[in-house]
């Protein structure tokens, strides 16, 4: 009777016409109080039952149908007709005890029995066109939603197509503002330059870019002489907040051939040999 959770169709039309038996009834109330879609799906036939069953042509129900209607036909309880010879019979002890316990119903006529299946046919057939409607109803639906579904798609369409006709303009109008992006230049490299004059013994070396010392420290300048003797103090300095410095014509001996020079950071005042390790160098 149910089937993926909603109670079969031709079981709701069956119902709509108060054609199951007891316990099937209270089992497709029980769902219907449950289940709003089949809910409303009962309220439909039962709604349009009676104008189908009116306006349709007779034609042989659905198989199923009418065998659900056969089974339930035979379960309704059956009046016996009193046979007209027992109440002919007046006065007997049979008689009068069948016309107190039972009522007297006359024997159906051909016709009385046509009638009934006649209008029976009919209500089965109204029931299997509401099952089509109901289809009809649903597929109408899935179209329904898959228009809209498609409306959107293109709304996407069309909405991509003016991005790119806008990226388009955008990228050939002659009036649009062109710039180049690049990285931030990274912290500059401290650097120093030296001029020596051995036959003289004068220097003039200037610096950029230094980093500054902590308290009581100092820059010191060293000529690396070319012999390989121990390096010469050239002069100590102090950078200013840009990082620049200068050291200009320390006292030096003439003659001293240098290969390069080196700067340490010395304790203020300088030192008489470097301590390691070379910040800055040059060969």
């Given at each position: 009777?149910?089937?993926?959770?909603?109670?079969?169709?031709?079981?709701?039309?069956?119902?709509?016409?108060?054609?199951?038996?007891?316990?099937?009834e209270?089992?497709?109330?029980?769902?219907l109080?449950?289940?709003?879609?089949?809910?409303?799906?009962?309220?439909?036939?039962r709604?349009d039952?009676?104008?189908?069953?009116?306006?349709?042509?007779?034609?042989?129900?659905?198989?199923?149908?009418r065998?659900?209607?056969?089974?339930?036909v035979?379960?309704?309880?059956?009046?016996?007709?009193i046979?007209?010879?027992?109440?002919?019979e007046?006065g007997?002890?049979?008689?009068?005890?069948?016309?107190?316990?039972?009522?007297?119903?006359?024997?159906p006529?051909?016709?009385?029995?046509?009638?009934p299946?006649?209008?029976?046919?009919?209500?089965?057939?109204?029931?299997?066109?509401?099952?089509?409607?109901?289809?009809?109803?649903?597929e109408?639906?899935?179209?329904?939603?898959?228009?809209?579904?498609?409306?959107?798609?293109?709304?996407?369409?069309?909405?991509?197509?003016?991005?790119?006709?806008?990226?388009?303009?955008?990228?050939?109008?002659?009036?649009?503002?062109?710039?180049?992006?690049n990285?931030?230049?990274?912290?500059?490299?401290?650097?120093?330059?030296?001029?020596?004059?051995?036959?003289?013994?004068?220097?003039?070396f200037?610096a950029?870019?230094?980093?500054?010392?902590?308290?009581?420290?100092?820059?010191?300048?060293?000529l690396?002489?070319?012999?390989?003797?121990?390096?010469?103090?050239?002069?100590?300095?102090?950078?200013?907040?840009?990082?620049?410095?200068?050291?200009?014509?320390?006292?030096?001996?003439?003659?001293?051939?240098?290969?390069?020079?080196?700067?340490?950071?010395?304790?203020?005042?300088?030192?008489?040999?470097?301590?390691?390790?070379?910040?800055?160098?040059?060969?």
């Amino acid at each position: 009777m149910i089937v993926n959770n909603h109670i079969d169709q031709e079981d709701l039309a069956l119902y709509a016409m108060h054609l199951l038996g007891e316990s099937e009834e209270r089992a497709v109330q029980t769902h219907l109080n449950e289940c709003e879609g089949c809910c409303d799906l009962a309220s439909l036939l039962r709604g349009d039952l009676a104008v189908l069953a009116m306006t349709t042509e007779m034609h042989a129900p659905p198989a199923v149908a009418r065998q659900r209607l056969m089974t339930q036909v035979a379960r309704e309880r059956k009046i016996v007709p009193i046979d007209r010879q027992i109440h002919s019979e007046a006065g007997s002890p049979l008689a009068n005890r069948l016309l107190v316990e039972d009522v007297y119903v006359p024997p159906p006529s051909p016709a009385s029995k046509i009638i009934p299946w006649i209008s029976w046919v009919g209500w089965a057939v109204a029931a299997a066109l509401m099952v089509s409607v109901t289809d009809l109803y649903r597929e109408r639906d899935q179209l329904q939603a898959a228009v809209a579904k498609q409306a959107g798609e293109m709304q996407t369409i069309s909405a991509d197509a003016e991005r790119g006709r806008a990226l388009m303009q955008t990228l050939t109008d002659p009036s649009a503002v062109r710039v180049t992006l690049n990285q931030a230049p990274a912290k500059a490299v401290p650097q120093g330059r030296a001029a020596y004059v051995a036959a003289k013994g004068s220097l003039l070396f200037t610096a950029s870019n230094l980093e500054p010392l902590k308290p009581y420290k100092t820059y010191e300048l060293w000529l690396l002489p070319a012999d390989g003797n121990a390096p010469i103090p050239a002069g100590t300095f102090q950078p200013d907040r840009r990082g620049n410095a200068s050291v200009i014509m320390p006292a030096l001996a003439a003659g001293v051939e240098a290969k390069g020079f080196a700067i340490t950071i010395e304790d203020e005042g300088g030192s008489l040999k470097p301590t390691m390790p070379i910040v800055m160098s040059g060969l």
